[in-house]
C-alpha cells in the first residue's frame, strides 16, 4: 500500500500474549478477523482445545495463517463473506477496528456471528497515549508511521471515551476493560511525577492500547439482569 514517503505497514508475527488473558476460558470457537499471519491464534491452540477461524485480506498473511488455524479466509470483512451466523463464542479484533472504514459495520456484523452468549475481544490503540500527546504537543505534528498509534493505515483513532462510545451506539454493552501495553514507570522524572499529581486526568495517557470484551446488549425481554 502507497502512502506519503513511501511508508508501508509493517506487522510481525506476533501471539499478543498481553489479550490471551481476554478470551474466555469457555470459548471453545473464535472467529479473528485480521489475523494476520496466524500467530494469536495458534498461541491459543497451543494452550487450549479452541477451533479458530481467521479472516485476513492479505493473501500472502492469509496463507501463512492457513498453515495454523482450522479454517482462514483470504477476504474483508464483509456482509457476504463466507462465515456462519450465530457460530462463534468469540470474535476478537487485535487492533483492527481503527483500519475499517466502518468499524461501527465490524461490530454490527461481528454481533451477527456470535452464539449466545458470545463475546466480542477488541483491543484498540489509544490516540491518548503519552508518546503521541508529547508528539503533538512538543513537535506541533502528526507524523504516519509504518506501525503504532499513528499507523499510516488506520483509518479511524479513539480515545477510551470514544471507544466506549462506539460500543455503545451498536448496541454493546462492555462487559470488561483495561489498558494494556504501558511504560509509565520508565519515564521521565516529571511526567511521572505529572501522572501522580494528576492522576485521574491523565491514567489513560499511560496505556498505548485499551482491552475490551463486549456483547450485544440483552434486551429487556430476555431475562438476563
Known amino acids: 500500500m502507497d502512502v506519503a514517503k513511501g511508508l508501508r505497514p509493517t506487522y510481525g508475527h506476533s ?37 479458530i477461524w481467521g479472516i485476513e485480506p492479505d493473501p500472502d498473511a492469509a496463507a501463512e495463517a492457513a498453515l495454523l488455524l482450522d479454517r482462514v479466509i483470504a477476504s474483508p470483512f464483509t456482509d457476504d463473506i463466507d462465515v456462519p451466523d450465530a457460530y462463534f463464542d468469540a470474535v476478537v479484533f487485535n487492533d483492527v477496528l481503527e483500519h475499517m472504514i466502518d468499524p461501527w459495520a465490524g461490530l454490527r456484523l461481528a454481533a451477527r456471528k456470535l452464539a449466545p452468549e458470545g463475546v466480542v475481544i477488541a483491543s484498540i490503540p489509544n490516540l491518548r497515549h503519552v508518546d503521541n500527546l508529547e508528539h503533538i504537543l512538543l513537535d506541533a505534528d502528526f507524523q504516519y508511521e509504518s506501525h503504532g498509534i499513528r499507523d499510516c493505515t488506520h483509518l479511524r483513532f479513539f480515545t477510551l471515551k470514544s471507544a466506549r462510545q462506539m460500543f455503545e451506539d451498536v448496541g454493546f454493552e462492555i462487559l470488561r476493560e483495561g489498558g494494556i501495553n504501558a511504560s509509565w514507570w520508565n519515564r521521565p522524572v516529571w511526567q511521572r511525577v505529572a501522572f501522580r ?29
Open 15 to 51: 501471539a499478543r500474549q498481553e489479550m490471551q488473558r481476554f478470551i474466555p476460558g469457555t470459548a471453545k470457537c473464535l472467529l479473528e478477523i485480521g489475523c494476520n499471519t496466524g500467530g494469536f491464534g495458534a498461541a491459543l491452540k497451543a494452550t487450549r482445545n479452541i477451533e
Open 197 to 225: 499529581i494528576w492522576r485521574e486526568k491523565l491514567d489513560d495517557t499511560k496505556f498505548q492500547q485499551f482491552a475490551f470484551i463486549a456483547r450485544p446488549a440483552p434486551s429487556p425481554s430476555s431475562g438476563h439482569e
